[in-house]
């Protein structure tokens, strides 16, 4: 090869200019396997576009907003008030490619969306996050909280509030549009959300029907500050202490006259990651609020916001993932040392897999996840309690996930992953914040283990969900389906145990990580074979067994024996070519 100038072909690439969508074969492949076929052909042409756009325009636009974060503006040049958020163009490019283009925030709420004749499938939705998010993180917060807001607004808003409201959050047209977010977390309560001090007090219902209130109080870390028209929290005078007497409002940020409201954005926070988003401070001085359904029951209707805020993280987990595993693969077989492209070394090696392994995972369980929505969209009942406890495991788990792997991306592409010229160290920054958004990990592991599994038994539910997949396979081997019976039997021992002993909370986050390997070993065992068996790629039901033996058996962590199917598992899972169905078969039996 001739030498180029200054040496630059010594330098590893990277996946910027690659469509995203193409050339993620796996998730193509899930989604012929999970979304109905003519729903997938009328929507690959917008997965391409937005594959391209993610790893090329969306990309670039991406790494200037990070470098230029927004910047508050306390007051006008009258002295007057009047905050606002100034934002660098790049950023403003990306909102009208989520908000305007694709309708990320209004596709399950309405037809019309990317030519739908009706809301978005689930699986639609979050196969747009996943392809939008390797691109861009930042903006997705204020598209999910804009889109979870709309779903609180019209469930629970009055018919009054919905005609003030409605149309204008579910728009893509910029001149008409509102954004919308969710306020919660107060100085006296983040996870403890029934700590929150901020009061409301009824002013009365308006010539328009709406119900207005006034609050006081403070909310101390308001990701999309600026948005349009803020969810949140706050206790009516004289209601009860606790969650069970707070009440859910809708927040504008103009009044009806279009003179700003009584509260002010007073401070941005300074963050680790997601810098191009503004996240900030906000103080409540009598600001009208509207109210969002019966006032008595604010708690458990913004829960349901949370739940869907939940799914969308383990989404954008998934997606990050995905992404680092895309520049860790780049990076590895571009890279030369010691005579021979870095991929070539089997500790390397061992390493792609560690970032592969996790990526797969909250691949299918966003295909899983998203799949059960819509069934629960249907009105089944079953899906929704599956939904439930999926929720919060996916939540946990693959955010957490998500941080080792975006270490380990950084690592394979050495001292130059630490640099902010390229994608990796964003990565690193924006990975943490999925186990705080939504809860932590031990809100999430809590909510599965006490309420999912102790009072719903949905860990049952979860488990006939999973064998009712596989056990149907004629492509699986009958042993291989005994082996995933017994680990799935052996979790949901373990987890009720650990449910039914209040001494036992400390497990938790590891009754909740045992669901979440198990469930993903199952999924991929089945996508494996079912994909093998229709003459496709099978490298799944590799991936199950290595979940099976890496996540749920015990390991001595002085042993140098090592599986004999496991190495030329790791050759054909780190090579492109498909996996034929009996080769997998073979390895895993």
């Known amino acids: ?35 109905e076929p003519g729903l997938l052909a009328a929507m690959t042409p917008h997965f391409d576009r937005l594959g391209a756009l993610a790893g090329g325009r969306l990309d670039e636009l991406a790494m200037t907003a990070d470098k230029h974060p927004p910047v508050l503006n306390a007051r006008d040049r009258f002295g007057r008030d009047e905050d606002w958020i100034d934002y660098h163009p790049a950023y403003r490019e990306m909102e009208k490619i989520a908000f305007e283009e694709y309708g990320m925030h209004a596709m399950s709420h309405r037809a019309g969306v990317l030519g739908m004749a009706r809301p978005a499938h689930p699986l639609v939705k979050y196969a747009i ?52 977010t969710q306020f919660m977390t107060e100085k006296a309560g983040g996870s403890d959300v029934g700590a929150l001090e901020t009061e409301a007090e009824r002013v009365g219902v308006g010539a328009d029907g709406v119900e207005r ?28 202490p606790g969650t069970q007497g707070l009440g859910l ?14 509260y002010r954005i007073v401070r941005l926070k300074d963050k680790l990651g997601t810098r191009s988003m503004a996240s900030g401070e906000i103080i409540l001085d009598g600001a009208i609020a509207y109210a969002v359904g019966d006032v008595g029951r604010g708690f458990k209707q913004m829960m349901e916001q949370v739940n869907l805020s939940r799914l969308s993280h383990g989404v954008r987990a998934a997606s990050m993932m995905r992404r680092c595993l895309n520049e860790a693969l780049a990076a590895a077989r571009s890279r030369r040392a010691f005579g021979r492209a870095i991929a070539e070394y089997p ?46 495991v996916y939540k946990f788990r693959a ?53 999912a599994v102790g009072k719903s038994g949905g860990h049952k539910t979860l488990s006939a969900a999973l064998k009712a997949k596989y056990e149907q396979s004629g492509a699986l081997p009958g042993q291989y389906k005994g082996l995933l019976g017994a680990t799935l039997d052996r979790v949901e021992r373990f987890v009720e145990a650990v449910a039914a002993d209040p001494k036992q909370e400390k497990r938790s986050r590891m009754a909740a990580g045992a669901l979440y390997h198990a469930t993903t070993a199952a999924l991929m065992a089945w996508e494996g074979a079912t994909l ?34 496991e190495k030329e598992a790791m050759d054909l899972l780190l ?3 498909p996996v034929p169905l009996a080769k997998a078969v073979a390895l895993v039996g």
């Open 1 to 35: 090869m001739p030498d180029m100038p200054h040496g630059a072909h010594h330098i590893a690439n990277d996946a910027h200019g690659q469509n995203f969508y193409a050339i993620d074969r796996q998730f193509q492949d899930l989604m012929s396997l999970y979304m």
């Open 129 to 180: 996050t996943y392809l939008f998010v390797q691109g861009e993180f930042g903006l997705m917060c204020p598209v999910s909280v804009s889109d979870t807001s709309n779903f609180i607004i019209k469930r629970y808003g009055s018919e009054a509030l919905k005609k003030l409201l409605l149309d204008r959050l579910l728009s893509q047209d910029p001149a008409t549009m509102l954004k919308g």
């Open 213 to 240: 209130w006034k609050l006081d109080g403070q909310k101390w870390f308001c990701s999309h500050a600026d948005a349009d028209v803020a969810v949140l929290l706050a206790r009516p005078r004289g209601a009860a």
């Open 249 to 262: 409002f809708a927040l504008p940020r103009r009044l009806e006259d279009g003179s700003r409201n009584s």
């Open 347 to 392: 500790l390397l090696r061992r390493q792609l897999m560690k970032i592969m392994l996790p990526t797969e995972q909250a691949l299918s369980m966003y295909a899983f996840s998203a799949d059960a929505m819509g069934r629960a969209d249907e009105g089944d009942k079953d899906a929704a309690n599956l939904l439930r406890i999926l929720t919060p």
């Open 399 to 451: 955010c957490r996930d998500n941080i080792p792997v975006a270490s380990a991306a950084l690592e394979v592409k050495g001292g130059l992953g630490y640099i902010e010229e390229w994608v990796t160290s964003r990565l690193v920054r924006d990975a943490q914040i999925g186990t705080l958004w939504e809860g932590t990990s031990n809100i999430n592991a809590l909510d599965v283990v006490q309420r």
């Open 532 to 565: 093998g068996a229709q003459g496709g790629d099978a490298r799944r039901l590799l991936l199950s067994r290595l979940v099976i033996e890496h996540r749920l058996s015990p390991q001595d962590p002085l042993s140098i024996s090592e599986s004999p199917w």
């Open 575 to 577: 090579d492109d070519a």
